[in-house]
């Protein structure tokens, strides 16, 4: 198996896990660690799977071909320290990350996540679990944002057993109904809108309110 046949693999690995099982056994574990990890401490690898991996994950559990417990156990650990990882990053490069020219960061996520961290302040860290893209930028940002280690890891703790604790089970519960494993993608989608649906909600009241308070500042 060359490099780019591992890498579709990996980022496939939410529509290839059965054959991965077969192929590995208890070695899947240490697979999906990995992928976890670097999708939440690697702002590279922000394309990994993450949310439709671990309802996945949690519906093979429930086919006896992993062990829920210990799934949860592993995920959360990986969550963890992939975003610990990540801050560490964030706060060794500081606030230049702003002004200079890093190829291997995308510039327009980060300075989204940026702003949805000065709006959200510390719960970023754990509503940003379950929104991709942002979930692996967020702890960067607060790695450079200077928050501290101690406040950075109660959000990053909570978060990551919310987001890992409720797919699986999820896909533990339902993940083998048929008309739920055909339309997946679909189930997923919804459930990120559901997700970005108060925060979108939020900030428009908060731009409506703001336009009002400026009329009544010009009418003044």
């Known amino acids: ?32 660690f990995f992928i976890i990890f670097a999708e939440t401490g690697l702002v590279v ?19 006896d071909q992993m062990n829920l417990p210990a799934l949860i156990a592993l995920l959360i650990t990986a969550a963890v320290t992939g975003n610990t990882t990540n801050y560490w990053i964030g706060e060794a490069i500081g606030q230049r990350v702003f002004t200079h020219n890093y190829r291997w960061i995308d510039k327009d996520a980060l300075n989204r996540t940026h ?4 709006k959200h302040g510390g719960k970023t860290i754990i509503l940003a679990r379950f929104i991709p893209v942002v979930r692996t930028f967020a702890p960067f940002v607060a ?10 890891q109660m959000f990053n ?30 189930i997923v989608m919804v459930g990120v809108g559901l997700a970005l649906g108060p925060l979108a909600l939020g ?18």
């Open 203 to 220: 900030a428009v009241w908060k731009l409506c309110r703001r336009m009002l308070n400026r009329r009544r500042a010009a009418g003044r």
């Open 45 to 63: 690898l922000f394309f990994f799977p993450g949310d439709t991996l671990l309802f996945i994950a949690g519906a093979l559990c429930a086919t």
């Open 1 to 32: 198996m060359d490099f780019m046949q591992l890498l579709d693999m990996l980022v496939h690995v939410d529509k290839s896990l059965d054959m991965l099982i077969s192929q590995y056994g208890t070695l899947i574990y240490l697979v999906l």
């Open 115 to 118: 702003m949805f961290f000065e």
């Open 157 to 186: 703790i909570a978060g990551a057993v919310a987001w890992v604790v409720s797919l699986t089970v999820a896909g533990y519960i339902f993940g083998n109904v048929p008309i739920v494993r055909d339309h997946l993608t679909t």
């Open 143 to 152: 790695g450079v944002s200077d928050m501290s280690f101690s406040r950075f």
